[in-house]
């Protein structure tokens, strides 16, 4: 079947040759266009060199010669790549009126769905619709490789727009605002725990030494008067810089548009630490 097809296409490249003819090709014309096939055939321009055997397949050559080219016609047909283009536009519709060049050559004007014949090796080919950007893809075509399939998008998508959402004012705010106030939450128990620490070593102290009168462990009671004031002033930065970051974040939060934010949300302050409670949907 395959045999057929070809044959079928040589011979149709053959009438339309003979039918575009309007003199006559020598004998010197036929054989100089046999021996300029062969050359260009190794030279990798296969496009060139059916232009010529087609020229010398034209009936007025010589029957020896004729036969010849046809021949090599014929093997040109099985190993010269060609290529399948599927031109679409942005909203995946079929494109037809699409000019096509390859290195810079036009090829085609538009696409009727058949496969583009070119030489091996590696070719730019540029897509052009009226009122699109240009699209330049290159490909690498290899010998004998027949109908490569390539798809082609012109154009953006149409809906390109509407996927992109549209920015609501204060969006994330609610978010900043939680994560502001959770940092003033940890501060708010950093200053609780250092303000428990301070209280027992001013109560160790009391311990230690009862009265300056009566003070049977004066270092152990010094120590615990520095640890005390080393920890009340940790307790104090942290409930101040807890609070003021508190305040922050419940300001964020509660001044955020309504659609940010859960149903309800606090935060949980205790001596031993705290937290952030939310309840609402998603």
């Given at each position: 079947?395959?045999?057929?097809?070809?044959?079928?296409?040589?011979?149709?490249?053959?009438?339309?040759?003979?039918?575009?003819?309007?003199?006559?090709?020598?004998?010197?014309?036929?054989?100089?266009?046999?021996?300029?096939?062969?050359?260009?055939?190794?030279?990798?321009?296969?496009?060139?060199?059916?232009?010529?055997?087609?020229?010398?397949?034209?009936?007025?050559?010589?029957?020896?010669?004729?036969?010849?080219?046809?021949?090599?016609?014929?093997?040109?047909?099985?190993?010269?790549?060609?290529?399948?283009?599927?031109?679409?536009?942005?909203?995946?519709?079929?494109?037809?009126?699409?000019?096509?060049?390859?290195?810079?050559?036009?090829?085609?004007?538009?696409?009727?769905?058949?496969?583009?014949?070119v030489?091996?090796?590696?070719?730019?080919?540029t897509?052009?619709?009226?009122?699109?950007?240009?699209?330049?893809?290159?490909?690498?075509?290899?010998?004998?490789?027949?109908?490569?399939?390539?798809?082609?998008?012109?154009?953006?998508?149409?809906?390109?727009?509407?996927?992109?959402?549209?920015?609501?004012?204060?969006t994330?705010?609610?978010t900043?605002?939680?994560?502001?106030?959770?940092?003033?939450?940890?501060?708010?128990?950093?200053?609780?725990?250092?303000?428990?620490?301070?209280?027992?070593?001013?109560?160790?102290?009391?311990?230690?030494?009862?009265?300056?009168?009566?003070?049977?462990?004066?270092?152990?009671?010094?120590?615990?008067?520095?640890?005390?004031q080393?920890?009340?002033?940790?307790?104090?930065?942290?409930?101040?810089a807890?609070?003021?970051?508190?305040?922050?974040?419940?300001?964020?939060?509660?001044?955020?548009?309504?659609?940010?934010?859960?149903t309800?949300?606090?935060?949980?302050?205790?001596?031993?630490?705290?937290?952030?409670?939310?309840?609402?949907?998603?």
């Amino acid at each position: 079947m395959r045999r057929v097809a070809l044959a079928a296409s040589v011979a149709a490249a053959f009438a339309l040759m003979s039918a575009r003819a309007t003199a006559d090709v020598t004998k010197d014309q036929c054989v100089d266009s046999n021996t300029n096939a062969q050359s260009l055939r190794r030279d990798g321009k296969f496009t060139a060199a059916r232009r010529e055997l087609v020229t010398c397949g034209n009936p007025s050559c010589p029957a020896l010669v004729r036969d010849d080219c046809a021949r090599r016609l014929d093997e040109l047909e099985r190993v010269q790549p060609s290529i399948v283009i599927d031109a679409k536009d942005g909203a995946g519709q079929d494109l037809a009126a699409v000019e096509v060049q390859v290195d810079g050559q036009t090829v085609a004007d538009h696409l009727v769905g058949t496969a583009l014949r070119v030489d091996p090796g590696s070719h730019v080919f540029t897509f052009t619709v009226a009122g699109k950007p240009s699209v330049t893809r290159t490909f690498v075509l290899k010998e004998g490789e027949r109908d490569r399939r390539e798809q082609v998008r012109i154009g953006a998508p149409a809906d390109a727009a509407s996927e992109v959402p549209a920015p609501v004012p204060g969006t994330g705010r609610s978010t900043l605002g939680l994560v502001v106030g959770g940092v003033g939450v940890v501060g708010l128990g950093v200053g609780s725990a250092f303000g428990l620490l301070a209280l027992s070593a001013t109560n160790q102290q009391k311990t230690d030494c009862a009265s300056p009168t009566s003070c049977p462990h004066v270092g152990a009671a010094a120590t615990d008067h520095k640890s005390a004031q080393t920890d009340g002033a940790i307790s104090t930065a942290a409930f101040i810089a807890g609070g003021a970051l508190l305040a922050t974040g419940g300001i964020l939060f509660f001044s955020a548009p309504h659609s940010e934010k859960p149903t309800t949300a606090g935060f949980i302050v205790s001596p031993g630490g705290g937290g952030i409670w939310l309840r609402g949907q998603f």
